[in-house]
Structures are given as structure tokens and as C-alpha cells.
């Protein structure tokens, strides 16, 4: 419960995305006062593309309430397209595909204007017998029983507690963008739009499915489709890849609106030559695609004494089990239920932690697996030990598969 003696617990939320969010609608509907602070000065809605839908996600949006009505688009088949666009295999796998946007305002809702604050960055925390002591980058300094770190993959809360964990580079990025429907061509339209489409071209991913459009607008001809090419980009290509106009180089990743024409059009002209008609179709349609370094790490770490750390800020798994918001939905689920169980937060937390980094670390595992055919020169050992290359069957059935943590 959020309350001892009737004094109801605070918490505060470090990052006001999904997974802050999550802790967050979860934590008021246990009685705790919450307060989210996110460092962006400016409002999260746009951010973000598709997001495919797991049992274990939709567990945790029907704890809070929400249902599944016009959570997104359902596809029921599976297809894998060959070179000329035909299909050459498919399989019947219901799937809700919804957006990042649609979950983020969804569980915006839920919470009042006055407890979410943007433009509002860690700074450090202090822990003590009173609670911890959380300093924000607007000056002000609160006490909280306690901190969630929800703060992303470069969690600044992880490098005070735990600076030794760092992500590391997988040897690829993912190329992403939204075509709207009614733009794409009528034969996209009928043979692709309506299901999970995926295409392997040696050493690279190519998949699309459709979500909704802009404000959640589910109108046939207003829907997009989430267009996703995974390809292979070493250490010094990657580092030209992020730099921008003016010659400065991005560590990690690149903002989309800074990544240079010429990289962006090379990448277009390698389309040409690889991909097939539709996803052609698909990617001449997208205005602006822009690409995302893909990183990872296992948790080995996720409690520190009253803070916990949640989502990506406690582990990143590569988006091949399209796992990340489920992820990050299930750790803010267990660390409530765990608050719930133990009125003591420390001992919560102690209890929280090894359920979810086993899990996490499973997770983690199964994205690199389910990355190796794109990573056949990685040096990285762990994918090196992976069994021999899946073939496309096997690569349908493994991505971003509902129930995989049960398989
Ligand atoms: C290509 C790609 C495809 C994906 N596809 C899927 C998919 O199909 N399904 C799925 O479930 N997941 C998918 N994911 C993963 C998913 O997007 C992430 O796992 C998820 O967004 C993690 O949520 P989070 O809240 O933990 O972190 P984030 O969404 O990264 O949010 C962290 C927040 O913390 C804020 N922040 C950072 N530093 C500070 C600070 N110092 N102080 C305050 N605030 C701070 C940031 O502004 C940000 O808003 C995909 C990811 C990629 C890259």
C-alpha cells in the first residue's frame, strides 16, 4: 500500500515516457503521491513510431483500466516477401499494432497536469533514514520514499548508481519511418499494408505493419504503415553517419533532423538495388526517414536501496522482440505489486530485483539472437555462439512474437 498510518508515500519519477508513466498510473492507483519529471523541454506526443502488442502488455493496460477497443490495428497474418514481391511464405499470428504516441497519451490521461513536469532533469540523489533526496535541474531539491529512475538508455540516475553499466553497440542501425496509406501505391496497399510483412536480404531486416495515422486515426487511407530496415553499419561509417552539417559528431545517436542529406539519400539509392516493389513503395513515401544506432545491455542491476531503475534506464533489449514497452510496462507492474506486498520500500525493491533481471536478461538474449543474422561479421562473442543462421521461416517466427517468453 502507498500509505503507512494513513500518510500517503511519495514517489518521484525520473522520465515522463511510457515507462515513467506506467510506474507512474500505477503508483497513484496504489495510493502514492507521484511527481514525473522528464529533462525535454518540450512535449514527448510525436515521438516515436509502431509498437507491436504482447499478452503481457495488454495484462498490464487491463490492471490500469485501459482496454484494448481502438488501442491499434490488428493484423492477423504473417507474410515474408521474396525479391520480386511475392510472398514466398506466411502464417496466422493475431497482433494488436499500436503506437508509441497512442500509449503515451493514453497513459498521459491518467495523470494530473500538475504532477508531470517537463524541462526537468536529474541532477543526483541522496539517500538517507528519512528517504532520498532528489535534486532536479530547475533547483528545487524533494524528498521522496522513492526514486524511479525511467530515464532511458542513457539513464543518468544508472550512472550515479551504477556508472560501470554502459550500453553496448550491436554493429547495425535501423532505418524507420511512417508512410501514410492513402500515398502508397494500390498494389502495396492490397499485398502488404494489411499484415506483418518482413523481407531478409542477406545480412539485413526489411518488415513493415500497419498502425494507426496521426491522433490516433484508425480511417482506412489515414492509417501508416511502420516501415523498419535493419542493416549493418560498422564503427567508423556509423561515426560519419552521426555527424551533422557542421561537421560535429553525436556520440551514440543522431537527432533525425540532423542527420545530413547525403547519408539519407545513399541510403535511398541502396533501396533501389535490395528491396522489394512495396517496401520501395513504402520508403519513397516517407518524407523523412531517419536511422537509430542499436544498442543493448543485460540488467545487473535494478534496486539501490529506495531507488529502482525501470524500462530501458535498467536494460535494453535490440527491438527484434518488439518487447521494449512490455518490458518497461512489466517492471513498473513488479515494482508495485512488490510495494504492495512489502510495506517497506528497500525490502520491495531487494524483492523486485532478481525476478525482473532474470526475465530482463532473457529478453536481452533473445533480441541478440534474433539479430545474428545481421551481425554474421560481429566480433561481439555472445552472438557468435549462436546457433547457425535462422532462415526466413524461422526468422518470421521469432520476431516480435507474442507469448516468446513462454515459447
Ligand atoms: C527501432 C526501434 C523499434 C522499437 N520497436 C518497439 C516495438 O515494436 N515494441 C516495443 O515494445 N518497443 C519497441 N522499441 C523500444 C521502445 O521504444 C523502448 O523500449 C521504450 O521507449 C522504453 O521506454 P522508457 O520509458 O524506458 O525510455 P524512453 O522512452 O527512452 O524515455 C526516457 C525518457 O527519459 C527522459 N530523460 C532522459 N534523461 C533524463 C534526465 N536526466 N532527467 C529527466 N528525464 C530524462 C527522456 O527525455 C525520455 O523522455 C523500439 C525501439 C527502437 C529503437
Redesign the pocket.
Known amino acids: 500500500m502507498g500509505t503507512i498510518t494513513g500518510k500517503p508515500k511519495r514517489a518521484v519519477v525520473?522520465?515522463?515516457?511510457?515507462?515513467?508513466l506506467f510506474a507512474a498510473v500505477l503508483l497513484r492507483q496504489a495510493g502514492w503521491l507521484v511527481d514525473v519529471?522528464?529533462?525535454?523541454a518540450t512535449s514527448?506526443t510525436g515521438r516515436?513510431a509502431?509498437?507491436?502488442t504482447h499478452p503481457e502488455l495488454l495484462e498490464v493496460f487491463a490492471a490500469i483500466g485501459i482496454g484494448l477497443d481502438d488501442l491499434g490495428i490488428r493484423a492477423d497474418r504473417r507474410i515474408t516477401l521474396g525479391s520480386d514481391g511475392s510472398v514466398i511464405s506466411e502464417m496466422t499470428v493475431p497482433q494488436i499494432h499500436t503506437s508509441?504516441d497512442r500509449i503515451y497519451r493514453l497513459l498521459l490521461d491518467r495523470i494530473p497536469g500538475e504532477n508531470y513536469h517537463l524541462d526537468c532533469?536529474?541532477v543526483r540523489a541522496d539517500q538517507s533514514d528519512d528517504g532520498v533526496r532528489v535534486q532536479l535541474s530547475n533547483g528545487e531539491t524533494v524528498l521522496a520514499d522513492l526514486l524511479v529512475g525511467?530515464?532511458?538508455?542513457r539513464?543518468?540516475v544508472r550512472e550515479q548508481f551504477a556508472p560501470e553499466i554502459q550500453p553496448v553497440y550491436s554493429g547495425y542501425v535501423?532505418w524507420?519511418g511512417t508512410p501514410v496509406e492513402s500515398r502508397l501505391a494500390p498494389q502495396t496497399i492490397e499485398s502488404v499494408f494489411p499484415y506483418f510483412a518482413f523481407y531478409f536480404p542477406k545480412e539485413q531486416q526489411v518488415m513493415g505493419y500497419p498502425i494507426a495515422g496521426l491522433h490516433n486515426d484508425l480511417r482506412p487511407g489515414f492509417r501508416r504503415y511502420n516501415w523498419?530496415w535493419y542493416r549493418v553499419v560498422d564503427d567508423a561509417k556509423l561515426k560519419e553517419m552521426c555527424t551533422d552539417e557542421t561537421g560535429r559528431h553525436h556520440e551514440f545517436s543522431i537527432a533525425p533532423p540532423l542527420i545530413r542529406k547525403e547519408i539519407v539519400a545513399e541510403m535511398r539509392d541502396d533501396a533501389r538495388n535490395i528491396l522489394p516493389p512495396q517496401f520501395l513503395d513504402c520508403l519513397d513515401n516517407i518524407d523523412s526517414p531517419f536511422f537509430?544506432p542499436i544498442y543493448d545491455f543485460i540488467p545487473s542491476r535494478m534496486a539501490f536501496g529506495r531507488v529502482a531503475l525501470?524500462?530501458?534506464?535498467a536494460s535494453v533489449s535490440r527491438?527484434h522482440s518488439?518487447?521494449?514497452?512490455?518490458?518497461?510496462a512489466c517492471d513498473a507492474f513488479a515494482m508495485v505489486k512488490a510495494l504492495e506486498r512489502t510495506g517497506d520500500v528497500v525490502s520491495a525493491l531487494k524483492s523486485f530485483e532478481p525476478e525482473r533481471i532474470a526475465i530482463n536478461g532473457q529478453v536481452v538474449r533473445h533480441g541478440r539472437f534474433l539479430g545474428t543474422a545481421l551481425t554474421i561479421n560481429s566480433s561481439n562473442r555472445e552472438e557468435s555462439k549462436a546457433p547457425e543462421l535462422p532462415v526466413h521461416e524461422h526468422m518470421m517466427r521469432h520476431l516480435?512474437m507474442p507469448n516468446f517468453l513462454h515459447a
Open positions: 525520473i522520465g515522463g515516457s511510457v515507462g515513467g519529471h522528464d529533462r525535454s514527448l516515436g509502431g509498437i507491436t508509441w532533469g536529474f525511467a530515464d532511458g538508455f539513464s543518468a535501423v524507420r523498419i537509430t525501470i524500462g530501458d534506464a527491438p518488439g518487447f521494449g514497452v512490455s518490458k518497461a516480435a
